[in-house]
């Protein structure tokens, strides 16, 4: 089973930010946190990990609690095209990657 | 375009026959995985290989389905006898081992057997 729990689905006016929670209340000292993407029929496309740090990228920001409990993923001027469903996973080395149902996101015009 | 490739993209089959498919990963990564999923779902962890060897198998990997690496490079997925519950997206990934390793997708192959 999955260790995350996302909300099932989520909007996201064009041009704004989008942001993402993961609850991961029982994640282990060792355990990243991974964000991958889905576009509809594709492959899923990874987008960050961090461990304990605030993580940034192209793509997107991770912020992460201090309990490390939970966990944000920032889209900071969504398009049309971060229409996607977006997988929350913590992994420590050593184990899979075991992914949940995710967050629809629709990004709106 | 992640740089792991598959093949077939798409496969039509009758029940009762035997499907093969391909992975290419990035060339330099040494782990493959195989996922499997279904419309709505997450993928699903069916196995993978470190180099050529297999590591660990999902109990969703039944009999009838059988993976190999020959050669720690391109790997193959065949299911043999296939039923119409195998219809599914099946994802092949490769990384390189580690602890911050980060698995890579391709696009995936999708099977439909009627």
């Known amino acids: 089973d999955a260790k995350t729990t996302q909300p099932p689905s ?5 041009g704004r930010a989008a942001n993402l929670p993961c609850n991961h209340s029982t994640i282990s000292g060792n355990e990243y946190v991974y964000w991958y993407r889905q576009i509809h029929s594709q492959g899923p496309q990874y987008i960050i990990h961090g461990l304990k740090n605030n993580e940034t990228n192209e793509m997107a920001s991770l912020i992460i609690t201090e309990d490390r409990k939970s966990s944000t993923l920032i889209l900071p001027h969504a398009t049309l095209r971060d229409t996607a469903v977006y997988y929350c996973i913590v992994r420590a080395y050593g184990q899979n990657f075991v992914f949940g149902p995710g967050t629809r996101l629709s990004v709106l015009p | 375009d992640t740089g792991v490739s598959q093949d077939p993209r798409h496969k039509i089959t009758k ?8 992975c290419d990963p990035i060339s330099e990564h040494n782990r493959l995985y195989w996922y499997r999923q279904t419309l709505g779902q997450g993928p699903e962890f069916l196995t993978y290989f470190q180099n050529e060897a297999q590591l660990e198998k999902s109990r969703l990997l039944s009999d009838r389905f059988s993976a190999e690496r020959p050669k720690g490079s391109f790997s193959t997925l065949e299911i043999q006898r296939t039923e119409q519950g195998d219809s599914a997206m099946y994802l092949c990934a490769s990384s390189l081992a580690g602890d911050r ?3 890579y997708f391709g696009p995936g192959t999708r099977l439909l057997v009627l």
């Open chain 1, 10 to 14: 989520m909007d996201c006016a064009e």
């Open chain 2, 15 to 22: 029940r009762g026959q035997n499907v093969t498919f391909r």
């Open chain 2, 101 to 103: 390793e980060t698995q």
